[in-house]
């Protein structure tokens, strides 16, 4: 099985940045995408941002520009850089790990992020 843990997460004010990190451990396989995923109260899941084992790059229309996905593959963890922070970015984020073979996803326990205004 596959632990992945969230930390980084808080309160800020709009404007400010938050780093969050998420690091992977158990039985990952190399090939896989990592990617951080957010839901904000009365609002579905939603992608925030993911990134391939080559690093190849995907963002949400919302945070690009803003936000800067990346990964350590030697130490199993992915980052989440958030600039500029703006209210609506409030919400549970969640880190995600896909595996290329079998499409298998697991989930961290999320860390919350609170802009306030």
């Known amino acids: 099985q596959v632990q992945l843990v969230e930390s980084g997460g808080g309160l800020v004010q709009a404007g400010g940045s938050l780093r969050l990190s998420c690091a992977a451990s158990g039985s990952t396989r190399s090939i896989n995408t990592m990617g951080w995923y957010r839901q904000a109260p009365g609002k579905e899941r939603e992608l925030v941002a993911r990134?391939?084992?080559?690093?190849?790059?995907n963002y949400a229309d919302s945070v690009k520009g803003r936000f800067t996905i990346s990964r350590d593959n030697a130490k199993n963890t992915v980052y989440l850089q958030m600039n500029s922070l703006k209210p609506e970015d409030t919400a549970v984020y969640y880190c995600?790990?896909?595996?290329?073979?079998?499409?298998?996803?697991?989930w961290g326990q999320g860390t919350q992020v609170t802009v306030s205004s």
């Open positions: 990134i391939t084992i080559g690093e190849v790059t």
């Open positions: 995600n790990l896909r595996n290329y073979f079998d499409s298998r996803d697991f």
